[in-house]
């Protein structure tokens, strides 16, 4: 038979279990960004970016966005089916 103490090491166990499950899933999010709109970078924000050399868009390695730069989807024509 369990003693109290391991009961109440097996609850511990189990909420921390739960609580990382449910926070390691749940924090992340994407947001969606419509033609034309703009959104400014807030703080810590990392990742690769494409800049345009030489008339082709590279993918950088990682970077760090600095705070309250402005970035947006540029609004793209349909090409006419040819």
Known sequence: MLTR???KFGKLL???FVGNFVTGCGTTRAVFIHDGDLIRI???VK???????GGEWVLTKPTTLPEGWYAGAVKTEEKPNE
């Open 42 to 44: 807030g703080p810590n």
């Open 47 to 53: 990742g690769r970016v494409y800049v345009l050399k």
């Open 14 to 16: 189990t909420i921390l």
């Open 5 to 7: 103490l391991q009961k």
